[in-house]
């Protein structure tokens, strides 16, 4: 019986796993005319160091059309005096000194951004990223067609030695595999706020994040889930489209940003929950009932399927996505992923004290 239940988990699993991998066969069509003043906005608390990292990839990038608009939270390091000595026409600096107590600190940042913007589109990332090549904002411009409102990229993790990065970067790729799918299916159900943009007239006539100031996190994912369609949401694919950031080097941090993230899975629609659900409720089960298991003969013949299967569709997909993902530690990665988000995204429905940034 529990070797039945495993293999229909399993089952479950590769279904999902062709249907999402399935989607990357579209093809993503761009246009290369289309050069619309854009305006990249970065809400940063304290990241001096990263804005000189950042700034000057976001200046030598090949596209003569576009502002940055950068508004500094409560900073009380050397970031404004960083901004200001680079003088560069461009750079608009936003500086923040009081935040409402009902309004969440990184979206009443952003809110006072994106009202002193001017671009035709609005271009969002963190202060903790980088751009992968000097062809991004032209990745951005070529999906910004008449027709689309919504642009939707990936942000993979910068490599790194430690099994954590590593871990954290599988997890990235496999959250972008998951709703880089959808949308490309017409279902988009969430972004990163790294590397997203939206058309600045339908943000503006759109709630904003007014509907959502008090809630911690969530400044893409809930803005997604309320104005995004099938029709209006386009996706940026490709290595030049990546907007890359830093992973978190301890796995308590690690563990703080990923509750920040799920915590908003409440708000999500039903629809988008009960496919989630499915997902990683059939990934977790096909792992730990594998651990009960007596078919020993037929065991690895399964399991060894379940691995060639994800193989070939991550590859896939990675490829398409502009992403790399290490195959060697796939199987332990991909046991560890199955238990440990269940488990984050069980704790972030009971912590009640989440921050952006102190």
Excluded at 185 to 205: D, H, I, L, T
Excluded at 268 to 295: E, P
Aim: some cysteine; proline content about 3%; charged content about 15%.
């Amino acid at each position: 019986m529990l070797f039945a239940l495993w293999c229909i988990c399993g089952a479950v699993q590769v279904i999902i796993t062709v249907y999402l991998a399935s989607a990357f066969t579209k093809k993503v069509k761009a246009t290369d005319e289309y050069t619309p003043y854009m305006s990249i906005i970065v809400a940063a608390h304290n990241e001096d160091l990263n804005l000189q990292k950042l700034v000057p990839l976001l200046l030598s990038q090949d596209y003569n059309h576009f502002e940055i608009v950068i508004a500094l939270d409560r900073c009380t390091d050397n970031s404004s005096n960083y901004l200001k000595k680079l003088a560069a026409s461009s750079i608009s600096i936003l500086e923040i000194n009081e935040v409402p107590k009902d309004w969440n600190p990184k979206k009443y940042a952003l809110k006072q951004a994106t009202s002193k913007a001017n671009g035709e589109w609005l271009v969002f990332t963190d202060a903790d990223c980088a751009p992968a090549s000097n062809q991004w904002l032209k990745s951005v411009a070529q999906c910004a067609s008449n027709d689309k409102e919504i642009i939707i990229g990936v942000s993979p993790y910068l490599s790194q030695t430690s099994f954590l990065s590593h871990f954290i970067r599988h997890e990235a790729f496999m959250t972008a595999f998951s709703y880089v799918a959808r949308a490309l299916k017409g279902k988009p159900y969430m972004a990163v706020g790294r590397n997203m943009a939206v058309r600045r007239s339908f943000f503006e006539a759109s709630p904003g994040y007014d509907q959502m100031k008090s809630i911690q996190g969530g400044d893409d994912d809930l803005f997604i889930q309320s104005n995004a369609t099938g029709t209006n949401t386009a996706v940026m694919l490709g290595s030049n489209s990546l907007m890359f950031t830093y992973p978190k080097t301890t796995w308590r941090s690690y563990w703080n940003q990923k509750v920040r993230h799920l915590s908003v899975g409440a708000s999500y629609k039903l629809s988008d929950h009960l496919f989630l659900s499915s997902n990683h409720l059939s990934h977790l089960l096909f792992v730990v009932l594998a651990t009960f298991t007596t078919a020993q003969y037929f065991f690895l013949p399964v399991f060894l399927f379940y691995l060639f299967i994800k193989f070939v569709s991550y590859r896939f997909a990675a490829g398409k996505m502009g992403m790399n993902i290490n195959y060697i530690l796939l199987p332990l990665v991909d046991i560890l992923y199955s238990v440990l988000i269940p488990v984050i995204a069980l704790w972030s429905k009971l912590e009640k004290d989440i921050k952006w940034k102190n």
